[in-house]
Each structure stands twice: as structure tokens, then as C-alpha cells.
């Protein structure tokens, strides 16, 4: 689903408010973000990037295809 390679988190959140969603909040272990009655958890920060396989279910948890990812 990503165009490519990894991303950071600072990115990753980024990406997520331009598609319209809200947050990051605290709860629990884990943020995260809200858009309408979809809810996504964000990992923690931490020095490296998200890899790809991550980055392809915080997708999916989000119903963002591939076509709305790449378009931003």
C-alpha cells in the first residue's frame, strides 16, 4: 500500500490529519486517531522508522487506500 521504504511517525501523523483525521490522543499503551467512527492506533515514538508491514495495517486499520495514501 505505501509508495515506498519506511516513514517516520512524526509523518505518519502528518499524513493521517491531512486525510481528516483527529488526534493523536492518549489511552492506554498505544495513541491514537479518530476520523467519523474509524479509530486507528498510532505507535509509540521511537528512534526508528515504521517499516513497511506496519505501515500497511495502520492503513488498512484506517480504510485508506491506496489511491487516497499516495495522492498526499
Known amino acids: 500500500m505505501p509508495p515506498r ?6 509523518k505518519l ?4 490529519v ?7 490522543y492518549s489511552g492506554g499503551k498505544h ?8 479509530t486507528v ?3 509509540n515514538p521511537h528512534r526508528g522508522d515504521i517499516g513497511v508491514g506496519l505501515l500497511t ?3 488498512r486499520q484506517a ?3 491506496r489511491d ?3 495522492g498526499l
Open 63 to 65: 480504510r485508506i487506500g
Open 57 to 59: 495495517r495502520i492503513l
Open 31 to 38: 495513541e491514537f486517531m479518530v476520523r467519523g467512527d474509524v
Open 18 to 24: 491531512a486525510l481528516g483525521f483527529e488526534g493523536p
Open 68 to 70: 487516497e495514501w499516495e
Open 5 to 10: 521504504g519506511a516513514i517516520s511517525r512524526r
Open 13 to 16: 501523523v502528518a499524513n493521517l
Open 41 to 43: 492506533r498510532i505507535p
